[in-house]
């Protein structure tokens, strides 16, 4: 089921006959071409639909992967269009009542929420393909030690953050710390971070729940609910600032409201699947072991990510002030926009390559990775160019007076990223499913210690562009470079793996 339409020899001028045929040739072979073309899109469009695909063969497996991917980006994108109108409502909301310092401020606190990815340790991504494996082979029990055992975990974790914040909390002169200048910053500087640390934690716990979600490739459900706290969250913005709550109201709303959304997911998710429901006899050594085992490796690639990805708010803070971040951060949004939709598109193949490789379909998986490479890459690149040009004059429109005039270097180095950072997403599904973590590993921790030093550096020589462009060229030395040495050993490997067997009962 390629996404792109496959033309007729005639069409693409195959042979000596249609190479020296006289222009008007094509004019009279376009109408079969449309016609291939329409039937390849029914065919695309085929697989979206409510009721499953007949998992018993081969192909009807494959479909239903396509089928449940499809319904998680439809599914998605919808809530998305919810967090974008969010965004759209908020920023310029919260701008004029925070001003530009606290606003910084705001945004500086709220990028810790990018350390949510690895504050469970890693295990809830483990989890994806834990519960993924045992969806391939139908095994509810081995779902269910898992769902048990991580949620036993997870709540020690999210119990010892709160602990050691709490420890810490009065030691340290948090306005100072964020360099703000202003006597009400400076004030709010701590509650603020500790409302942040009191919702991370709450999202460590109820982030299980999609993670079993996903697993099971039911993404769509996950969107919406994202729709439900993105709609909580708005709702909660606009109270605070309308009530004057201050910086830490506004983080609860930001960070907070999604989390009960979450809880809420989790009600039904354990309503629906009762035998997920976790019980400390389910909690077994062994799968603790696994889980953190597993954990461990993703836990250390989502520190790299983190520090490479979700730092440059607190570099500009600190190299130059917190009154900069704006310049850097509202532009950001803008591009990052077009990157929600390509991580919507992505993380549904996760788990179905997760299913698919336990089934020994490697073919299927090399088929769409290299189909989500072209989506994503050239999507990517496409907006990306498109924000480059009409970006000054978009953010001119949504701000108005408050248009932080970013320098057009800024915004080519965010183009360009976007790029690279497509195309990692497409690959990271792939290695993240076949459990490829620790080439992973020592790739993102290479490349991140390489772009915090240059973040800085060239922070320090041009500015806040060079936030983006040390993140730029870290990557592309030490992930892009290295996937094409990498890649045919991992085909070759997972041509030679044999599939699992499968156990009789529904997971």
């Not at 008007?24 to 039937?39: F, I, Y």
């Not at 319904?71 to 925070?98: M, W």
């Not at 040009?389 to 429109?397: C, E, H, R, S, T």
């Not at 992973?440 to 921790?445: E, M």
């Amino acid at each position: 089921m390629p996404l792109t339409p496959t033309l007729s020899p005639e069409y693409r001028g195959e042979g000596a006959r249609h190479r020296n045929a006289p222009m008007t040739t094509p004019v009279a072979l376009q109408p079969q071409g449309l016609a291939a073309q329409w039937a390849r899109a029914r065919r695309i469009l085929s697989v979206i639909r409510v009721r499953p695909f007949d998992c018993s063969t081969e192909a009807g497996r494959s479909q239903e992967r396509y089928r449940r991917a499809a319904l998680t980006v439809l599914a998605s994108v919808a809530a998305r269009g919810v967090s974008i109108l969010t965004l759209l409502i908020t920023t310029p909301l919260t701008l004029g009542y925070l001003g530009e310092e606290r606003y910084g401020l705001l945004m500086v606190v709220t990028s810790f929420l990018g350390f949510l990815i690895f504050a469970d340790l890693g295990i809830g991504n483990g989890l994806i393909n834990t519960i993924s494996d045992a969806h391939a082979k139908n095994d509810r029990d081995a779902a269910a030690r898992s769902v048990s055992s991580g949620f036993v975990v997870l709540c020690t974790v999210a119990a010892c953050i709160v602990l050691l914040f709490a420890a810490v909390y009065p030691l340290v002169p948090w306005g100072r710390l964020f360099k703000v200048k202003g006597a009400l910053a400076a004030a709010e500087a701590g509650p603020a971070t500790a409302a942040l640390i009191l919702c991370l934690a709450a999202n460590v716990v109820v982030g299980i729940v999609p993670r079993v979600h996903t697993g099971y490739q039911e993404g769509a459900t996950n969107a919406a609910w994202n729709a439900v706290g993105g709609v909580l969250s708005l709702l909660a913005v606009v109270l605070a600032v309308k009530l004057d709550l201050g910086l830490a109201a506004l983080v609860y709303a930001v960070a907070g409201a999604p989390a009960l959304a979450l809880a809420a997911n989790g009600v039904v998710l354990l309503w629906r699947r009762p035998w997920l429901r976790p019980a400390w006899s389910r909690v077994t050594r062994d799968t603790v072991g696994h889980i953190l085992n597993v954990g461990l490796l993703f836990f250390v690639l989502q520190v790299a990510v983190a520090v490479a990805f979700s730092t440059d708010d607190i570099v500009i803070a600190r190299v130059i002030n917190a009154e900069a971040v704006p310049r850097y951060a509202i532009p950001q949004r803008l591009f990052a926009l077009p990157m929600t939709l390509i991580g919507l598109l992505m993380l549904p193949l996760w788990p179905a390559y997760a299913e698919a490789l336990a089934r020994g379909d490697a073919d299927w998986a090399k088929r769409t990775l290299k189909r989500s490479l072209f989506v994503a890459v050239g999507f990517s690149a496409a907006s990306s160019l498109f924000l480059v040009a009409l970006g000054p004059l978009i953010l001119k429109l949504w701000l108005g007076p408050r248009d932080p005039h970013a320098p057009m270097m800024l915004l080519i180095g965010l183009g360009l990223w976007n790029v690279l950072n497509a195309a990692g997403q497409a690959v990271a599904m792939l290695f993240n499913a076949a459990h490829i973590l620790k080439f992973q590993v020592i790739s993102a921790t290479t490349m991140a210690t390489a772009a915090l030093t240059l973040n800085i550096l060239l922070t320090k020589w041009t500015g806040v562009a060079g936030a983006v462009w040390g993140t730029v060229i870290a990557y592309t030395l030490c992930c892009v470079i290295p996937w094409f040495f990498f890649m045919p050993r991992l085909w070759k490997k997972l041509g030679a793996a044999a599939p699992v067997p499968t156990s009789p009962g529904g997971a």
